[in-house]
């Protein structure tokens, strides 16, 4: 946390020409929360990767510190040394951190052993089916934000992206599924181009997902999340059977259902219209920079603004990007820390992702390594695609960045991710002499 209580030295600074006495005080409270952590660590999974947590409280720690110089950079010059702590996008985040840690102390609590989720599994896939299709039902004026029908807004109080919890809850699923059918599906028909083609019949639970991720396409408008419970089906298939058919079929399937849905946006429109249009915005920003294309070309501009070393924190200007608090938050930090500074934060990404994939290849039970193997590369894709979508490698998504983005759906679903993560590390670093789970 001292990076965190640095940077938010550095921002004052150059905010404020001076450093208010303040300035500690999300550092600390983040401090408390994460000891807290650990504590319950020590005494519920003494043998979780020691690695995750100091790595994701970093990650965590720099958006809520972003957000904190954003608030800054909204109010007024006279106003800002005033600035409540507690106030704005950072103070809210600084929130949700602790609600979202208290819920991975609760996971790691009351789970004392990850293969005990696999007993709901078929709840929990009903629950995340009903979760990822509820805003496309819901009127507009509830779920829709951008052009996306991701969220479920309860009045003026507060909302909730069902979207972050449903991935948890199908992935859960697909693991235990997949477990159990994996013999069936790993089954050779025909070889073709030297590499072995599922038989027609066992194509159907990735045709089913298929459905579902063209329906999230075209009701939700939302390519991010279609991509995303696609992408970490076929994946987790592939983990269990082996097989890279199932790879080349997933990638066939997704892109020439992209293909259609934006074929049919310029044929037909309605509700493909959306989708149509983000495409076109990817294909050419600067057809209408003021206008559609504003968003992208401003992401562009700060990423270029930035150059290698960044403006220095507090001294760019990130809010000329109208949703850098949200989806391209990476675009807002990349103008003021760099190239180098966004490449260590991919770094610190990186190292997340590959001590889940450690953990999935330690532990011992077939369930756990699906499991971990798929929450590692959910948290991957996300990345992926958020940051594919601000520097236009991909078309634009509504994806969060995990987290950094201000929200508290994605910050509570994230940590809990990063819980079940250390319960399985956990499973898989205790010694085989006390039977891999322990408690």
Do not use: C
């Not at 058919?245 to 997933?250: A, D, K, N, T, V």
């Not at 493909?272 to 990817?282: H, K, L, M």
């Not at 948290?379 to 634009?396: C, D, H, N, T």
């Amino acid at each position: 946390m001292a990076m965190v209580a640095g940077y938010l030295a550095a921002v004052e600074a150059n905010m404020l020409d001076t450093v208010t006495m303040d300035f500690w005080y999300p550092a600390g409270v983040l401090t408390a929360v994460f000891l807290a952590l650990h504590v319950v660590i020590r005494l519920r999974a003494p043998f979780a990767d020691p690695v995750l947590v100091p790595t994701v409280a970093l990650l965590n720690g720099l958006g809520v510190a972003f957000l904190r110089r954003l608030d800054l950079g909204r109010a007024k010059i006279d106003d800002r040394p005033e600035l409540a702590i507690f106030a704005g996008d950072g103070g809210k985040q600084l929130l949700w951190t602790l609600i979202a840690v208290t819920g991975a102390m609760l996971l790691l609590w009351f789970v004392r052993d990850h293969r005990e989720v696999s007993k709901f599994a078929w709840t929990l896939g009903l629950a995340g089916i009903v979760l990822v299709l509820l805003p496309a039902v819901l009127p507009g004026s509830v779920s829709e934000v951008n052009g996306a029908k991701l969220w479920i807004r309860f009045g003026g109080f507060f909302a909730i992206q069902p979207g972050e919890f449903a991935k948890l809850m199908l992935l859960a699923f697909f693991a235990y599924y997949l477990v159990r059918k994996r013999e069936v599906l790993a089954l050779a028909s025909r070889r073709f181009l030297g590499i072995d083609f599922p038989r027609g019949r066992d194509l159907g639970p990735v045709i089913v997902v298929w459905a579902m991720s063209l329906l999230v396409l075209i009701f939700e408008k939302d390519l991010g999340t279609s991509l995303l419970y696609f992408g970490m089906f076929v994946v987790t298939l592939y983990i269990a059977t082996e097989r890279v058919s199932w790879l080349i079929i997933g990638l066939v399937l997704f892109f020439g259902g992209a293909v259609l849905a934006y074929v049919l946006a310029g044929a037909v429109g309605g509700p493909f219209t959306n989708f149509g249009q983000r495409v076109e915005i990817w294909l050419d920003p600067f057809a209408e920079p003021y206008d559609r294309g504003y968003q992208l070309v401003q992401s562009m501009l700060g990423l270029g603004t930035g150059g290698m070393f960044g403006t220095g924190p507090g001294a760019g200007n990130p809010l000329l990007v109208p949703e850098v608090r949200n989806d391209f938050i990476f675009a807002g930090m990349g103008e003021e820390i760099g190239l180098f500074g966004l490449t260590a934060m991919l770094a610190l990404y990186l190292l997340v992702v590959s001590r889940g994939l450690r953990a999935a290849l330690a532990v011992r039970d077939s369930f756990g390594k699906l499991l971990a193997g798929g929450l590692a590369f959910t948290l991957a894709l996300q990345v992926f695609v958020i940051i594919g979508g601000v520097s236009k490698l991909i078309p634009l998504t509504g994806q969060t960045t995990p987290f950094l983005s201000a929200g508290g759906s994605s910050l509570v679903a994230n940590w809990l991710l990063v819980a079940l993560l250390l319960r399985i590390s956990d499973a898989a670093r205790t010694p085989a002499s006390t039977g891999g789970v322990r408690r």
